[in-house]
């Protein structure tokens, strides 16, 4: 236990006022939802796609709690603050096309961007990552089926559900021109959680004990343990 010294009577004051207590429960009530959205993109399983998914889900807590007086200049303070990152995030081609690759999502960005300025982001995509030229052709007609909600890229209610890397791994889609550059986005890592939690599983394996264990050995044991996790998982997504 820390011997801490007990709150003068100026501080038992402050902390009793109504007022000072109102405003630090609206402060709580709108970090909660930050908080979380924190928590939730440090996944090993969180894509580029889902960081607009939780700015839209930050948003809309934060429309929830009541306004009176005291809330409304910090709800519309952390509002701002939040619009000032979504314009950040929306202003990047590589983010509006993983969200447009996320099934569930994709009418919004089709409200924001038309057909034509989809497919040229996709397409310069597509020539930066140095795509054939062949594939080029493919990827457009895949688009057409795509943007149309058409075989095999036909969007229902179980596939909006679905992790993207398990919708875009489907064997129908697995074979598509789009597919390929689908897994490509959603391979890009948009948080170093990643890191730490490999740092964290070298050290369960190489303890003490093993501490003689060669470099090559802790890697493919490493390898092992990651892709048991990832198969673990996307087997819970298909179930």
């Known amino acids: 236990m820390y011997n801490l010294p007990a709150p003068n009577n100026e501080c ?34 969180s894509t580029i796609g889902h960081i607009m998914e939780n700015f839209l889900q930050i948003y809309s807590n934060l429309q929830e709690i009541h306004k009176n007086e005291s809330s409304e200049q910090i709800i519309q303070h952390a509002n701002n603050k939040l619009l000032s990152r979504m314009q950040v995030y929306l202003n990047s081609p590589i983010c509006n096309i993983a969200f447009y690759l996320l099934p569930r999502y994709k009418k919004l960005i089709q409200n924001k961007y038309t057909v034509v300025d989809i497919k040229k982001m996709i397409f310069k995509l597509a020539q930066q990552w ?17 943007h149309e909600n058409i075989t095999p890229f036909e969007i229902d209610v179980n596939t909006c559900k679905m992790h993207p890397t398990v919708y875009w791994n489907h064997t129908k889609m697995s074979i598509s ?4 550059l689908a897994r490509k986005v959603f391979s890009i890592v948009p948080h170093s959680a990643s890191n730490e939690q490999l740092f964290s599983s070298l050290g369960i394996i ?4 093993r501490n003689r264990m060669y470099p090559s050995t802790l890697s493919k044991i490493a390898t092992l343990r990651h892709n048991l996790k990832t198969e673990k998982f996307l087997k819970k997504q298909k179930a």
């Open 12 to 45: 038992m004051n402050i902390l009793e006022n109504p007022l000072i207590k109102a405003r630090v429960e609206i402060i709580i009530q709108v970090l909660v939802p930050i908080a979380d959205a924190i928590g939730r993109l440090e996944s090993r399983h």
């Open 130 to 146: 140095r795509f054939p030229d062949n594939e080029a052709l493919c990827l457009k007609n895949e688009l057409n089926l795509y």
């Open 177 to 180: 021109v789009l597919g390929k």
């Open 206 to 209: 190489k303890t003490k004990i």
